[in-house]
């Protein structure tokens, strides 16, 4: 969910009024929508809009601010008409302002289009750059996939951010899946953020390697041959976050072991000697 | 605009892929050879790679209710309905629209024939025939605004699967295997199972509800019989044994390149896959069907025993199947069309169904399986708040205006409803849902975008959410 919101909700996110200042808000868009003809290289109609004086001393048709007044300022009208105006701004198919920076250049003039007073804007989206789950698979996709194809599992990226990580199936043929396979993945051993084991041959032995996939965040070990042992072994797995356990023989003292990996939050123990499901 | 993979340039690529993978890799694996596994890694890539969207759900679980179940004796409650029993229908709500058996009859109100109760942390409301469900009902979403464009159960069934009432798009499953392909390699992946319940004439259904309509038809549903023979004339024949079969699949792939070798016809490459999944078929599927391995524990959580062939052994071959890497599993129960016998019938329908839905669910939660398998339960459509009494004792008509669906797992929130009725429940009035937007939302929550997920067929890029326009139902997910 969380890469979710920051890719395809960011625009569904409630804007607060916060405030903010012309040069925080306004010369920012000014300079990216505008200043390529109103600027230092051209002055288009001898306006500038680089800098707050040039903005009040306007264009050779006179002034594009009337203080407090949106409607009746120039600039907030040219950048507000339909965009097939003639007279609309940025002119010759330039990209537009963003619906944002509108708002934001109208609640300036609004506010009395202050030079460095701060006025209530509407607040700029955070973006929260996740935290990328593993190193950029493109230069070694191709490396893993070759690896994949001779191992008979499967390595796919999880999404098309290309550091989100790779997924290690082995649903088609889980039997053909033992521990040396799992050491011949060390190659992308960094990649693999998720694991999907269950049903494998894998052992305790196994467990060895996989303890060294330092960005792995899901591991299903269900139905295979792993013990509380083996568990323990994966205490450097700082990233592990829910760890299937179903069927096999791992008891309190492995669970009690994975107490080591700081954000392990789901365990799953149905079907082991574990009295209960945590 | 997707791909396709059987224009002429790309379709030697495929079938390259086919005859070297698939085929290899049959035999590799069952006579023990370690040559060519490999090569099923790639061919198990489906169209859609890598997935635009973050992959909540891994698989589906898609549990059909045929006939199409009352939603007011089972998730909608009524209580103005209950109120004017007995009473004409305003015809503000009725005027001018379109009924099935029920057009030009007199329209009276039919009052809910159950109690409903309170079950769960939201005190959700649903009928005391399904205490079972009641008590998973945290894990569900419940949708009570569904709507479908069909009335009669042949096109609504196609509408439900394949997004279109009229035959020939290819259904959800082999979409969804089309786009993601199958992680199994010697099952196929999309799985249907339909059980008849012991009760009145069975709704009919009809193989093309699974059909792979213009893709390839190796992404056509496979269905398989949970009792006796799982696939019919899957097992050898009296004294052949398996490396005798073995060979004549082996002499009968090389018949089919050769062929191939002069023929453009993607179906050969097609005959060839299915001619060795049916190999592989012939071991997966005993071990698969062969629930003696399941615990005492299990088999009661889900109500059934080894080989009745019921809707809960259904249930429990659907986490089998998941287990196996299976994609999509449609299971199919039948017998919910009730014009008439609604309190007679009904029940027994509930009580078939009831305890095994929930145990899927909790069975699915407790391997830590449920939050990556999406399990949806819905009929074809709803049924009418008004009584039919023209076939006997009373019933309810076919309705497309309301209908009650629900979905668990796959990253849907649990615990909520979503959309709601009007009071006597004729139209779903608040967040009202297409079948259309239903797709959309599994789509999304497989990571593949709905709208960009296309095939070019007669000239149109055609979509599973069709042409409308459909929306991902935001507010359910987690």
């Known amino acids: ?180 396979l799992l050491a011949k993945l060390a190659p992308v051993a960094d990649l693999i953020v998720e694991a999907e084991l269950s049903r494998t041959r894998v052992t305790d032995a196994g467990l060895r390697a ?36 179903t069927g096999t023989k791992v008891d309190e003292r492995g669970v009690s072991a994975l107490k080591a990996n700081p954000r392990l939050t789901r365990i799953w123990t149905f079907g082991t000697p574990v009295a209960s499901s945590p | 605009m997707m791909p396709f993979p059987f224009s002429p340039h790309t379709r030697r690529a495929f079938l390259g892929k086919v005859t070297q993978g698939v085929g290899a890799v049959a035999f590799a694996s069952l006579l023990g050879r370690t040559t060519a596994r490999a090569a099923s890694a790639a061919s198990a890539r489906g169209v859609v790679w890598p997935l635009p969207l973050p992959q909540k759900a891994k698989r589906v679980i898609w549990l059909t209710m045929a006939g199409g179940p009352s939603q007011f004796e089972t998730f909608d409650p009524k209580p103005k309905l209950a109120a004017m029993h007995g009473e004409p229908m305003p015809e503000s709500l009725t005027r001018g629209q379109q009924l099935a058996q029920l057009q030009g009859q007199k329209l009276v109100c039919h009052a809910p024939q159950f109690p409903f109760a309170k079950f769960g942390k939201n005190q959700t409301e649903i009928s005391t025939l399904l205490p079972h469900l009641g008590g998973v009902i945290d894990d569900i979403c419940l949708i009570r605004s569904m709507t479908t464009d069909a009335i009669n159960h042949d096109p609504a069934h196609m509408f439900m699967n394949t997004g279109a009432q009229i035959a020939g798009r290819p259904s959800m499953g082999a979409w969804v295997n089309y786009g993601l392909g199958s992680e199994s390699e010697n099952l196929p992946g999309f799985v249907v199972m339909v059980t008849t319940g012991p009760g009145r004439s069975p709704q009919p259904i009809a193989t093309r509800q699974w059909s792979s309509g213009f893709l390839p038809s190796r992404f056509q549903g496979v269905q398989l019989h949970s009792r006796g023979d799982a696939v019919h004339y899957l097992s050898n024949p009296g004294q052949t044994t398996r490396a005798q079969q073995g060979a004549d699949v082996r002499a009968i792939t090389e018949l089919n390149r050769e062929h191939d070798a002069w023929v453009h016809d993607p179906e050969i490459a097609t005959r060839i896959a299915q001619y060795e999944m049916a190999f592989q078929m012939q071991a997966s599927v005993p071990e698969l069907m062969d629930l003696r391995g399941e615990d005492a524990r299990t088999l009661a959580l889900y109500g059934c025993t080894p080989g009745d062939g019921s809707f809960a052994a259904n249930c429990l071959l659907a986490r089998r199947l998941v287990e196996r890497g299976v994609r999509f599993i449609q299971l199919y129960h039948r017998d919910w069309d009730h014009h008439s016998l609604l309190r007679e019938e009904l029940p027994l329908r509930c009580k078939e169904t009831d305890q095994a839905a929930a145990a899927l669910i909790t069975d699915l939660k407790q391997r830590g399986m449920l939050d990556e398998t999406l399990v949806v339960w819905t009929g074809e459509f709803g049924r009418t708040p008004m009584s039919q009494d023209n076939k006997g004792t009373a019933g309810r008509d076919h309705h497309n205006k309301s209908m009650s669906m629900w979905l668990a797992g796959g990253g849907v929130k649990g615990g909520i409803v979503h959309g709601a009725t009007d009071e006597l429940g004729y139209a779903a009035v608040e967040d009202v849902c297409t079948v259309h937007d239903l797709h959309a939302t599994m789509l999304h929550q497989l990571g593949i975008r709905h709208d960009a997920f296309t095939v070019k067929f007669q000239g149109l890029d055609a979509k599973l959410t069709g042409v409308e326009g459909a929306n991902v139902i935001e507010k359910i997910l987690a």
Request: proline share 9%; with cysteine; glycine share 4%.
């Open chain 1, 1 to 180: 969910m969380r890469r979710i919101a920051i890719f395809l909700f960011l625009a569904a996110l409630p804007l607060r009024a916060a405030p903010a200042t012309f040069a925080t808000r306004v010369a920012p868009a000014l300079e990216k929508h505008c200043a390529v003809c109103h600027g230092a290289e051209k002055q288009k109609a001898k306006l500038r809009l680089d800098s707050y004086a040039a903005i009040v001393a306007g264009a050779d048709s006179g002034p594009v601010l009337k203080a407090g007044d949106p409607k009746e300022s120039e600039l907030h009208r040219r950048i507000t008409l339909p965009p097939h105006d003639d007279d609309f701004m940025p002119s010759d198919g330039k990209p537009p302002l963003s619906a944002l920076d509108v708002k934001v250049i109208e609640r300036w003039i609004a506010a009395g289009a202050p030079e460095s007073a701060e006025f209530d804007a509407p607040a700029a989206p955070v973006v929260r750059v996740a935290e990328p789950a593993a190193p950029d698979y493109l230069p070694r996709l191709d490396q893993a996939r070759k690896l994949a194809t001779t191992l008979g599992v499967r390595l796919v990226p999880r999404s098309r951010v290309t550091t989100d990580g790779l997924v290690l199936r082995t649903a088609s043929a889980p039997r053909q899946c033992d521990d040396a």
């Open chain 1, 210 to 245: 996989v303890a060294t996939w330092s960005n792995l965040q899901r591991l299903d070990l269900a139905r295979t041959g792993v013990t509380s042992a083996g568990v323990a072994a994966l205490a450097p797995l700082a990233k592990l976050e829910s760890i299937n356990l």
